[in-house]
């Protein structure tokens, strides 16, 4: 399990880097809020990786080490690509510079969105079902705290240290986490069936995925449970950046608040061995919309309210992450598990990354309050799919 941490540690940190540090960077930088958005586009590989997930699961597969060898693969390249970053000054890389940064940020994503099926085939295969809600709840952590690094300790360090020497630490770190995973033996699977690859192999191992009761309803879930956070907490830090807090208040505030929704994986992980997953999925979505209707009525001017509110949101957030994966985990077929659950996590990121792209027009027309409680009408609208879904399916 703790090699599951490693793994999605490493995975969070280029996530936590477009989503927390680079909004607050470049709005302090001058960006307009409307053009935000649009640093969601390096992730797209996130949204697209179902695509090429089928060669990933199958290339090598049945011997000892099939995912290690992808896993040390894209790690590897993605440690090139944080320091050619590093290389670039930033004030150049935010503004004239900024196709370059995009499209290095697409190869970071690139790297890590093929890292994620091997590690995720890697997850689903090696846990036993009982321990999935645990499971879970430290893959979670392993990635919010990949995220915290990427996002909240980027702002600080840009702060104290300077973009390059920031972002080669990142790269450091990386190369360190590699080290458990060189030492893992994964064991070869000899009943792992080997079907001659072609392009209708490739339609089958998506399309068979649905051949099952219910799934039409799990695919409305998939599409709508994360739209909510996605399309708010875009447009937190430039709220914050607008009333007048600094790269580093927000760092910090992010770095707390962070760790604090990593509590609420665990916590999750400690609840589902008595909770049922469907259930856990609909509370601690109601909490999501919550905390996103807290930062819509929120005082800004008050530091307490700013930090209730973000705190209350990242323990949801913590919670609700962690019982979404284990109702996908419990959803992969035996033998195709990093497509099974890649499959999914694509859809998700798809339906919430449209939403994104339109977070910043949204906070521009409606305000930021009216923004923020329109994302909570989201996140409820959202859970109804879970609720007539638990009625068709008993999990």
Not at 72 to 89: C, K, M, N, T, Y
Not at 260 to 281: D, E, K, N, S, T
């Amino acid at each position: 399990m703790l090699l599951l941490g490693v793994l999605y540690f490493a995975q969070g940190l280029p996530f936590g880097l477009l989503t927390k540090s680079l909004p607050a960077i470049v709005r302090d930088a001058g960006m307009p809020t409307a053009y935000i958005g649009l640093l969601a586009l390096p992730a797209i590989p996130w949204a697209l990786k179902f695509l090429w997930s089928p060669w990933v699961d199958r290339w090598g597969s049945g011997r000892a080490n099939h995912r290690k060898r992808w896993i040390i693969s894209a790690q590897a390249a993605a440690i090139l690509v944080l320091l050619l970053i590093g290389l670039l000054p930033p004030d150049w890389l935010f503004v004239d510079g900024v196709w370059l940064l995009l499209a290095s940020l697409f190869l970071l994503n690139l790297c890590f969105a093929t890292h994620d099926i091997a590690s995720d085939g890697l997850a689903v295969r090696l846990l036993p079902a009982p321990l999935r809600g645990l499971g879970n709840s430290l893959q979670a952590g392993g990635y919010k705290s990949g995220f915290i690094l990427g996002g909240a300790a980027m702002l600080l360090g840009v702060e104290v240290l300077g973009w390059t020497l920031t972002v080669w630490l990142l790269a450091l770190l990386l190369l360190l986490f590699l080290m458990p995973v060189w030492r893992f033996d994964e064991p070869a699977d000899a009943s792992v069936a080997q079907p001659k690859v072609s392009l209708h192999w490739w339609w089958q191992q998506l399309a068979s995925f649905w051949w099952r009761p219910a799934m039409g309803l799990w695919l409305l879930l998939l599409l709508g449970y994360r739209i909510g956070d996605s399309f708010g907490s875009r447009m937190i830090k430039p709220m914050l950046v607008d009333h007048g807090w600094s790269l580093a208040g927000i760092g910090m505030l992010d770095l707390v608040s962070s760790l604090v929704g990593l509590a609420g994986a665990l916590l999750a992980g400690l609840l589902l061995l008595r909770m049922r997953p469907i259930i856990a999925l609909v509370l601690f979505g109601v909490l999501q919309a919550l905390g996103l209707a807290a930062w819509g009525l929120v005082d800004v001017t008050s530091d307490y309210a700013v930090w209730g509110a973000s705190l209350f949101e990242q323990l949801a957030d913590g919670l609700s992450t962690v019982a979404l994966f284990t109702l996908m985990m419990a959803r992969c077929r035996v033998g195709h598990e990093g497509v099974d659950y890649t499959l999914q996590a694509c859809l998700v990121l798809m339906s919430s990354g449209i939403f994104t792209l339109a977070s910043g027009v949204s906070a521009e027309w409606l305000g930021y309050s009216n923004h923020f409680l329109l994302s909570a009408g989201l996140a409820l609208v959202a859970i109804m799919p879970a609720i007539f879904w638990k009625r068709a399916v008993h999990d």
